[in-house]
């Protein structure tokens, strides 16, 4: 596709459930970036993956996050036993790995715990 | 830590300039520019690289002070297109392009 897709655009789930969030990157980025965007704040950086090398997870606020990237491209960020407090929009952007690429945003996923 | 933006928010008349700065406490490599139109995703702008290069938008400019760690983004002759929230991005000197966005400024253009 021409740019970053995320799915769902919107999730409304209970408190306690287990969600995944897809982002399929631009083609032939090979890195690619998760946010978390609370309403009305700045980007949050959750984990980042470039091509084969171990992620970057220092961004996941508890180990109920965990993303995985499979064959290099889609990747998965996964919530369990949501919390309130993980309400917000997860941008996922990609980006050429090379020196000083811009990062490219999918429209985000709306995640409600209700 | 996360970059500080000033100011948190401006209101402009069409036509009129605006300055947004950045300012961060650790030596960076380079500051990216992104804008944010509500509930869209952010774009991006500017790229300010360690050594003055610049890559980026054609109607807007930047300066990147390295020693200061500071960036500014200049906005001149403002358009109603302009409005939306303006975020730095930081990359410390890793080359590794993970960002550091800062607090935020938001931007409002009115006729």
């Known amino acids: 596709g021409a740019g970053v897709s995320q799915s769902p655009s919107n999730k409304v789930t209970e408190k306690g459930k287990d969600v995944e969030l897809r982002c399929d990157p631009i083609?032939?980025?090979?890195?690619l970036y998760w946010y978390r965007q609370s309403l009305g704040q700045g980007l949050e950086f959750l984990i980042y993956?470039?091509?084969?090398?171990?992620?970057?997870k220092s961004g996941l606020p508890s180990d109920r996050f965990s993303a995985e990237r499979t064959g290099g491209s889609v990747s998965t960020l996964t919530i369990q036993r949501t919390q309130q407090e993980d309400s917000a929009v997860y941008l996922c952007?990609?980006?050429?790995?090379?020196?000083?690429?811009?990062?490219?945003f999918g429209d985000g996923t709306r995640l409600s715990i209700l | 830590q996360q970059p500080v933006q000033s100011p948190q928010a401006v209101i402009l008349r069409e036509g009129e300039d605006a300055v947004i700065n950045c300012s961060s406490s650790?030596?960076?490599?380079?500051v990216h520019w992104y804008r944010q139109k509500h509930g869209e995703a952010p774009v991006f702008l500017m790229i300010?690289?360690?050594?003055?290069e610049q890559k980026g938008h054609e109607k807007i400019s930047a300066s990147f002070n390295e020693k200061k760690q500071q960036s500014s983004l200049y906005l001149t002759a403002s358009q109603l297109s302009y409005s939306g929230t303006y975020f730095c991005?930081?990359?410390?000197?890793?080359?590794?392009?993970?960002?550091?966005f800062g607090t935020g400024t938001r931007l409002l253009v009115s006729p």
């Open positions: 952007a990609s980006s050429l790995v090379r020196v000083n690429q811009p990062q490219h």
């Open positions: 083609s032939g980025h090979t890195a």
């Open positions: 993956f470039q091509g084969n090398s171990a992620p970057d």
């Open positions: 650790k030596a960076l490599y380079s």
């Open positions: 300010l690289l360690k050594g003055g």
């Open positions: 991005g930081t990359e410390e000197n890793t080359g590794f392009q993970k960002l550091v």
